[in-house]
C-alpha cells in the first residue's frame, strides 16, 4: 500500500510541476477542452479537462458523491457502488468501466476526499484508486494505478471553473486506438453529460454542511 501511495505521489508531483506545460489540446466542444500529455518516466497518460458551468458549489458536489448514478454521466460506467462511507466527505466505491470487445472490461476502486479552503473557497476532490480493498473479479482487469483530482473554482452568480485532472495506466493490453478514443472522446463526453446532470432537479437544492456555497 505504502509503494502504491509512493507512487501516486511521485505521478502527481511530475504533472504538477510541469502542470502549465506539454499539454496538447486534443479536442474542444460547447466551452470542454480536453487536454493530454504523457507522464515522464512512467507508462501513464495524463487527462485534463477543463470547462465552465452554471452551478452552486453543493450542486456539484452533490453530483459527484452519487455514486451510484454516475453511471448516467461517466463515459462508459456499467455499474458504481459505494463500498465505506467514511464521513459525508470521503467514501470509496467500486466501478465497472465498459470497454468494446475483444479487450476486457476494467474495474477499480476510487478513494473520494473532499475539502474546502475556507478562504477561497476552492473545492479538491481527490480521487486516487486503491487497488487491492477488493479482490479482483474474474475476467475483469483491475486498474491500479490512477489518480484522478478535480478542482472547482467559484466564479460568482452560481458560476463555477471546473479542472479535472486524470493520470492513468489502464493496465493489460489496449490498443491505442483505444487509448486515444478513451482518452479525446471520453472525457468530452463525460463533462457534456455532467452539464445536464447537475441541473436535475435533485441536485437543485443541494445543501452540504462541509461545503460553503
Avoid at 479537462?49 to 452551478?55: R, S, T
Avoid at 483491475?142 to 489518480?147: G, H, W
Amino acid at each position: 500500500m505504502n509503494k502504491i501511495i509512493l507512487s501516486f505521489a511521485l505521478i502527481f508531483s511530475v504533472i504538477a510541476a510541469h502542470a502549465q506545460d506539454n499539454w496538447k489540446l486534443k479536442t474542444e466542444d460547447e466551452g470542454i477542452k480536453v487536454y493530454m500529455r504523457s507522464v515522464e518516466g512512467t507508462s501513464f497518460k495524463a487527462v485534463k479537462v477543463n470547462c465552465q458551468l452554471e452551478a452552486t458549489p453543493a450542486q456539484f458536489v452533490a453530483v459527484i458523491m452519487d455514486i451510484k448514478n454516475s453511471v448516467s454521466w461517466a463515459y462508459h460506467t456499467k455499474s458504481a457502488t459505494v463500498l465505506k462511507q467514511v464521513s459525508p466527505s470521503e467514501l470509496y466505491y467500486y466501478s465497472e468501466v465498459a470497454v468494446p470487445w475483444p479487450v476486457e472490461n476494467r474495474d477499480f476502486i476510487c478513494h473520494i476526499m473532499v475539502k474546502q479552503h475556507p478562504k477561497t473557497k476552492v473545492i479538491t476532490i481527490d480521487a486516487p484508486c486503491i487497488g487491492d480493498y477488493i479482490p479482483q473479479k474474474q475476467g475483469i482487469v483491475r486498474v491500479t494505478q490512477s489518480v484522478g483530482k478535480w478542482v472547482i473554482t467559484p466564479l460568482g452568480n452560481n458560476k463555477l471553473d471546473i479542472e479535472y485532472t486524470l493520470a492513468l495506466d489502464p493496465g493489460g493490453n489496449v490498443p491505442a486506438w483505444l487509448i486515444n478514443l478513451f482518452a479525446a472522446e471520453g472525457p468530452m463526453q463525460t463533462f457534456k453529460r455532467l452539464k445536464v446532470q447537475v441541473q436535475k432537479p435533485a441536485y437543485q437544492h443541494a445543501d452540504l454542511a462541509y461545503i460553503a456555497d
